[in-house]
């Protein structure tokens, strides 16, 4: 099989954009919103990416169709299909995609583009379609410029204005089903809140939780009173939570430390120690032109996605001082003819810039699907 290249320089021209947009900002540039501004209105459909009674729905109507590249070096086309008739419905909220900008949250220009968001959304929730009714709100957030700012956390107060609203609106939309929380990045930091603010709080809405994949943020082991981290594939209620990182390519505490007391869980084995990824997936192409693209894929390939089982393991990480991590390792079987198309050692991944945060549900989408069914099933859905 051909070997693949990758392209070095997106993540770079990110970094250089967040510091040149801080930088404008530190001379002048300030916030046009207010912490106290009112949400968006939920009720419209204009506010939507993804919404069950949507004509033009985002995860829907997507192609996910992937090529699956087999260990004989052989392929063959996977198609996607979304369930007909879910038990449970699904919540999600996406990562940082205004990478440039003042310090402190966009204003509402950037809801009528939704290509930013795509790339997010198709490869992190679009998929459970497959097994709920997918709701993905828009929201105004802050930008990357502001992570560098002392007061994030303050900041990140306006899009959970946007959030909660999303939430109660969602919440009244379903009824009494049972629901799934999933949320990336920003995305997680503001679900955190959720959880804490909304869910934690209320028997009712935990009894209604089947999980909450809160991942790539800031979780700690103690972030909720009522709601553990999971531990079993049939545990309900519970939280999955991970940043990853490839093997060799580990944190540096000295430079991008992890918060102490960080919560990991490894979706290949929920229960502990190294267990084999189920499937990856991975875009073939970007919305985003700044990304650039994670790996050349071959010609041949003519699918939006790229699906490898097997040849991937994943391990939660003790550090000394810091929370543990998800360590990504290649390791496919002797026979396996495949090679890793994601480079490790490229400017992308790298420990010193974001590592494998963009593809933290990349690798595990399979199992994290696959838990989430089965902590649906443990409750008799």
């Known amino acids: 099989m051909k070997k693949f290249s990758a392209h070095p320089r997106s993540m770079i021209l990110v970094l250089l954009l967040g510091l040149l947009a801080l930088s404008l900002a530190a001379c002048g540039g300030s916030d046009t919103n207010s912490a106290a501004r009112q949400p968006l209105d939920y009720a419209s459909d204009s506010r939507w990416l993804c919404r069950p009674d949507m004509y033009s729905d985002e995860c829907r109507g997507a192609d996910l169709t992937a090529t699956e590249l087999l260990s004989d070096g052989t392929s063959r086309v996977v198609k996607h299909v ?28 950037i809801l009528s583009n939704h290509a930013p968001m795509l790339d997010a959304l198709l490869s992190q929730a679009a998929r459970f379609t497959g097994q709920c009714r997918v709701f993905a709100p ?47 990045s920003q995305g997680a930091q503001l679900s955190r809140r959720l959880l804490q603010r909304k869910i934690d709080p209320d028997p009712a809405l935990r009894t209604r939780l089947i999980t909450a994949l809160v991942i790539g943020g800031d979780t700690l082991i103690d972030s909720f009173t009522n709601i553990p981290g999971c531990t079993t594939e ?40 190294e267990g084999r990824l189920g499937g990856a997936y991975f875009a073939t192409a970007t919305k985003q032109p700044v990304l650039g693209t994670w790996a050349k894929w071959p010609d041949s390939i003519k699918t939006p996605f790229v699906l490898m089982r097997d040849f991937y393991t994943s391990a ?17 079987k002797p026979s396996d003819t495949r090679t890793n198309p994601i480079p490790f050692d490229n400017a992308y991944f790298s420990p010193k810039a974001s590592a494998l945060h963009v593809l933290d549900y990349d690798f595990p989408l399979d199992d994290l699907m696959r838990l989430v069914a089965a902590k649906a099933t443990a409750k008799g859905l």
């Open 316 to 332: 939660c990480v003790k550090q000394a001082i810091d929370g543990d991590y998800l360590e990504i390792r290649v390791r496919p």
């Open 82 to 109: 979304v369930a007909t008739d879910p038990k449970y419905d699904c919540f999600y909220v996406y990562p940082t995609v205004a990478l440039s900008g003042p310090v402190g949250s966009v204003d509402e220009s």
């Open 138 to 184: 828009l929201y105004r957030q802050i930008t990357l410029p502001t992570y560098a700012s002392p007061s994030v956390e303050t900041y990140l107060e306006e899009p959970y204005v946007d959030i909660a609203a999303a939430f109660d609106y969602f919440v009244k939309s379903i009824g009494d089903r049972p629901f799934v929380v999933i949320s990336h």
């Open 234 to 273: 049939a545990q309900s209620g519970c939280v999955i939570s991970y940043r990853s990182y490839a093997e060799g390519y580990g944190p540096i505490p000295t430079i991008k430390p992890l918060p102490s007391g960080l919560l990991c869980t490894n979706p290949a084995s929920i229960a502990g120690g």
